[in-house]
């Protein structure tokens, strides 16, 4: 693997020296310790029989353990999706020692182990705090991860870096005495680019960063009040423009006023989403107003000097100075056309000359969608190393990222990742399906939907048809929860139980990007088998209606939904 021009390597420090990743100060490392410590002993005394798994179950949640279908499994906390390579190799070691040799990459750009033996739960959270990782307040009715735009800091068409402020965010809202037992979850997505990566709009909190072009000042749109779920919302705009330095106040206004008035009472109805719809939008921004007057705003301040400090986590990596046009790049494109139809769905313009941004699809056809095995978590660590600065990003639509990639290393990279199975040139198409655990794994679930991704990748496995396709988003969930995010694909699935047998109901037309938009259900549902065909159908609709250059979720706003309708209900 050519490794003689990367900056990383040619220094003395460490590989991901340069890895955009939040370090932590001596403070943090005690207290991460002290908490595995802590957790330690109470699951000994689980273990020994001393706590019920009733009383046990409060206990676990604050650390990230959930009890699912046929095990416990660990939700490792990835802040707004950033890591070093150091901390992909630890992933990957846990996978092998402690699970069953993979992880898996969920939508709000975290970890989870599928299988970890309780009893090694406080060793895997040991390993973890060793490389400045832990699993709190990844469930529980509190502030959860703070989520962002996977190309932060690297893409061209960024006007804010939102890492900085999402770490604002996450030292605020960690531990917070006030926000630890909410109403329910809460979720907080920032993007810093017009085009948003980051669903902020089905967040209960959707921050917009943006800068004041006169003066310079960073500020936030501030949206409140959206979520999927079993009754989804798109969130409301709360302020056109909060100063970055009032922005831990407005935030705390916001949580405030949803404590107090969030129905605790019902757990369908308890997230914000319920609050704001129920009352009016109007009201509770006004509720949110008035709180924010009361607040001690000193107390609240964003101290500049924070920024700055925080901002040094964050400093770009040491970019050199590179032609626009990378002749081994083109090269490579035109010698090996497998190379060049990955490059047209797989990477996004970078903000400085001579790079560009990689994605790694963990979609391989007929794969688990978000699942990587050890090997593959190492193949990844060494090439952020050798291409990279030693970093790595997860995505919401759960794949990885390599964002400082020279046009020059792209093809060695493609060749690297091809071979571990990583290079699958389906970034944004049909194949790139967002999929929750479903019955495979989940308590709750009607349906599965793992091999239900896993057959429509089959059914439209011939890349070649993926890419003349288009972009084309599905999201399937094997229950009402939307965990799977249905709401917002441009065909959602949504599994159902039908006296006792899986049904799936096909939404169209939603969108998680800028023009956010909610699903609508189109008819009845389909069986087991019978939804691979509908699928095929929608999009054989779509292939005969588009125009030329259309994308699926044009067309569909153009045509409205009756021809897909009639297409998957008209009797033969
Ligand atoms: C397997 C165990 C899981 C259980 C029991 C579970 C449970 C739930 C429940 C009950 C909701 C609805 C919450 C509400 O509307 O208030 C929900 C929403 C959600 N979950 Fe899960 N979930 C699981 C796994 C996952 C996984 C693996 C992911 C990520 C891939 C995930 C991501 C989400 C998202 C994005 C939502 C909807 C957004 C929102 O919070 O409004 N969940 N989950
Ligand atoms: S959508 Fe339903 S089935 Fe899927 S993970 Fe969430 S709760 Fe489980």
Redesign the pocket.
Known sequence: MPDTHSPALRSNQPADAHAAVYRYDEFDKTFIFERVEQFRAQVERRLKGEITEEEFKPIRLMNGL?L?LHAY?LRVAVPYGMLSSTQVRRLARIARVYDKGYG?F???QNI?FNWPKLEDVPTILRELAEVDMHAIQTSGNCIRNVTTDQFCGAAADELVDPRVYAEILRQWSTMHPEFTYLP??F?IAITGSPNDRAAVQ?HDIGLIAKKDEVTGRVGFTVYVGG?????PYLAVKARDFVPVEEIIGYLEAILRVYNQLGRRDNI?K??IKITVNEMGADKFIGLIEEEYARLPRQKFHVDPAIVDAIQTHFAPPPWVDLPAVSDSFEAAKAADPAFARWTRTNLTEHKTRGYAIATISLKPIGGIP?DAESSQLETVADLADLYSFGEVRVTHE?NLVLAHVRKDDLYPLWKALDAAGLGTANAGLISDIIA??GLD????ANTRAIPVAQRIAERFADLDRQHDLGELKIKISGCI?????HHVGHIGILGVDKKGEEFFQILLGGDAGTNAALGEIVGPGFDYDGIIDAVETVVNTFVNLRQPGEIFIQTLARTGHAPFKEALYARA
Do not use: E, F
């Open positions: 959930y699912q499994m898996h969920t939508t709000r989870q329910r979850k979720k089905v979520g999927q779920g079993r009754t369908y308890a997230r978000g759960q929750c655990p794994y989940c308590a709750l929860n939307a965990c799977g995010h």
